[in-house]
């Protein structure tokens, strides 16, 4: 028994040894935190709803980066952070906001982008309420956080992509895109390698499953280009179902897609229904929400959200982007509201 009991030893201490020195050579693999894990730090109570400004955003964007480290998202060529801070007037005097942008290379001879990704910003606390007065932001837009790392993390163990991806974490969406609208308007990458792309918007709904709709599907090619790959994913991408709303214009996709938008052109369409010229390149919103009523309320937390839809929703796209063809072009479709040309 002794005896037995000396080898045993031995073993295992043979063996602790080998575990040490591989350690020193295989370098630390990142936590691969499942869509659960990474939504419940997002919407914890203790992220004060993640208001653009407050005090829970410095460590939220720190996470972040992190998390994009984790993905091999990298700064953008020419820059050597991935934070891209800005401005934006509070109650209270100058906010400070930050963007978290970086890629992923696709290792091919193709020096255009594809543009993916979400705002993490939400809308705060409302403290006159009573019971719950943290607004969690589970679906809007945790959600599509989520999806972008996840889809991130999945193109950047891919040898070889069809273009480079972009992928975007916006602060100050809640107070008016603003944080799209500063890196359209700050680009860190030349506009016109930006073929096309798309924002998320509450993607974790439990709605029909394998179910998703684009904004502005009849604008560009896009929409039916992404239906075929996403069928081929077993994912319906349909048509958006409340078109009168114009979500087209209300998500991060806007300050891309309607550089020049003003409230001239926008009487002139939807007033006087009459084409307006918008310079623009063709950015949409996907989205799964199908008019769920935890929009912007604060039951919009972890028990609003399908994470087994969301994952394979991440899965999906991220494969969709994967089988596009290395010469793909988004073009700008005839429609009755806008003459679209790119910048
Ligand atoms: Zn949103």
Request: charged letters at 25%; glycine letters at 6%.
């Amino acid at each position: 028994m002794i005896k037995k009991l000396i080898l045993l030893i031995a073993f295992a201490s043979i063996a602790i040894a080998a575990c040490a020195k591989q350690k020193s050579i295989i370098k630390p693999v990142p936590v691969k935190l499942t869509a659960e894990q990474m939504m419940a730090y997002l919407t914890d109570d203790d992220k004060l709803g993640r208001e653009t400004g407050s005090v829970p955003m410095a460590a939220i964007q720190k996470w972040l980066v992190q998390r994009f480290n984790d993905y091999g998202i990298k700064p953008l060529p020419k820059t050597k952070s991935l934070l891209q801070e800005f401005e934006v007037d509070g109650k209270n005097g100058q906010l400070t906001a930050a963007n978290i942008i970086g890629y992923i290379d696709c290792h091919c001879d193709n020096d255009r982008y594809f543009i993916i990704g979400a705002h993490y910003d939400h809308i705060g606390v409302n403290s006159k309420l009573e019971g719950d007065q943290i607004f969690n932001g589970a679906d809007d837009d945790a959600s599509g956080v989520v999806a972008s790392l996840l889809i991130a993390r999945e193109l950047s163990k891919t040898p070889k992509l069809p273009f480079h991806i972009i992928i975007a974490a916006w602060d100050a969406e809640e107070k008016g895109l603003l944080g799209s609208k500063y890196f359209v308007e700050n680009p860190l990458v030349n506009l016109s390698k930006i073929e096309s792309g798309f924002m998320f918007e509450l993607v974790g709904s439990k709605s029909d499953k394998k179910t998703a709709w684009m904004t502005g599907f009849s604008y560009s090619s896009l929409y039916p280009l992404m239906k075929k790959q996403m069928t081929k994913q077993g994912w319906q991408l349909g048509e958006d179902p409340f078109a009168q709303q114009m979500l087209f214009m209300r998500s991060d996709n806007a300050p891309f897609a309607l550089m020049d938008m003003t409230r001239e052109k926008a009487n002139q369409v939807f007033r006087e229904h009459q084409k307006a010229d918008i310079k623009g390149i063709p950015v949409h919103a996907i989205s799964i929400w199908k008019g769920q009523p935890h929009y912007h309320q604060v039951g919009d937390d972890m028990s609003v959200i399908d994470f087994d839809n969301l994952t394979d929703f991440s899965l999906a796209i991220a494969n969709a982007i994967k089988s596009l063809p290395q010469d793909t072009q988004i073009e700008w479709l005839e429609n009755p509201q806008f003459n679209f040309t790119r910048p």
